[in-house]
């Protein structure tokens, strides 16, 4: 399909749409999900008309510059070759709208940040990072719900889970997944000695019951009594919940809430998540050409990007950014800057591939 027939899709997509909300035939249920559509549509409709009558306005100039005196003439070759240097970039921004958009970028996340390898000092780096998104969704607005939280006794993370809601929270978090090094000097360490150590960092599309129907068949569910730091109990009723998804061996413990249903309730929904990130990999996996081409694969065995401390510095291999800001990094304020960079380079591969 050409260009220009992608273009009168579009349009013709639109009208269809609008001629179906207009009409009053749209039942209950698909209302919300047409007007959604119509609206989306709305800003690539005019961007497209824009481009087209950019389009039109550099073909009359085209045949203004061979007609007329010499002062029309001269007036229109200027016109038309600014006209037509503007163009390509018309024409660029028209193609990213029209790019395929991942169908879970308006979602909700679940972010899971886990101690790597490093002992101790990869349990405080999972801590900072934990924090670092929780400062980082303060400043946009989202709404940061710590589900888990699995403490060493000295400050450190073994395991932090969170739902992330908002506008735009998968969108922009979902590069975020991979192994994320740190070079510092631990505390404990008396020569001075640089330790390396990594933390995981998994962001899920928080699925909803329409996107993964689980069987209550397929879950096999387990209460216990709920355990702080160093195992000893803090709940004396069984509280705490363990799912395990029979057919996929996913298990899922939930133990921060005093009530076992609020622990269900919980680790389903993370439950849910990860069966649909794994269906979501499953399909990615079988277009693994065009996945190649793209930033940010979320394989878990990726190293991202590295937090040098006594640099000051944190550089993200994926697209070869290094910034020397690690303070304003760690308190979230300097993350939207390798956010930003890695959607434009995923937008750029994905330009690149188009036919």
Do not use: C
Request: negative net charge; hydrophobic residues 40%.
């Amino acid at each position: 399909m050409s260009f220009a027939e992608k273009l009168d899709k579009v349009l013709a997509r639109q009208r269809e749409l609008g001629d179906l909300l207009a009409s009053g035939n749209v039942d209950p249920k698909s209302f919300a999900k047409v007007s959604k559509e119509f609206s989306d549509l709305e800003p690539v409709v005019a961007a497209v008309q824009s481009l087209r009558k950019s389009q039109a306005e550099l073909a009359e100039l085209e045949t203004l510059r061979s007609e007329g005196d010499a002062d029309m003439r001269a007036m229109a070759e200027a016109e038309y070759f600014d006209l037509k240097a503007k163009l390509p970039e018309r024409e660029r921004d028209v193609q990213l709208m029209l790019l395929p958009k991942d169908a879970a970028d308006e979602k909700n996340a679940i972010l899971e940040v886990r101690a790597g390898t490093g002992g101790e000092e990869a349990a405080l780096f999972a801590a900072a990072l934990f924090r670092m998104y929780q400062r980082y969704s303060a400043a946009r607005g989202w709404r940061f719900e710590t589900m888990e939280l699995a403490e060493t006794g000295l400050g450190g993370f073994k395991e932090a889970v969170a739902n992330i809601s908002g506008a735009g929270v998968f969108a922009r978090l979902k590069f975020e997944s991979g192994v994320h090094r740190v070079q510092r000097v631990p505390e404990t360490e008396t020569q001075g000695r640089i330790h390396t150590s990594t933390a995981t960092v998994a962001v899920l599309p928080e699925a909803e019951e329409v996107d993964v129907q689980i069987n209550e068949k397929d879950l096999r569910i387990d209460v216990f009594r709920s355990s702080g730091p160093g195992g000893q109990s803090v709940n004396t009723t069984d509280s705490a919940v363990r799912i395990t998804h029979i057919p996929t061996g996913v298990v899922v413990s939930q133990q921060d809430e005093k009530s076992q249903h609020k622990n269900k309730a919980k680790a389903l929904k993370i439950l849910r998540a990860r069966l649909y990130e794994a269906e979501r990999e499953r399909q990615a996996a079988s277009r693994s050409a065009d996945r190649k081409g793209q930033v940010g694969t979320g394989d878990r065995s990726e190293r991202i990007r590295t937090y040098n401390f006594p640099q000051g510095r944190v550089s993200d291999h994926r697209i070869n950014l290094t910034v020397y800001e690690i303070d304003k990094m760690m308190e979230g304020e300097g993350l939207d800057r390798f956010i930003d960079a890695l959607i434009a380079e995923d937008r750029a591969a994905k330009l690149a591939s188009l036919p």
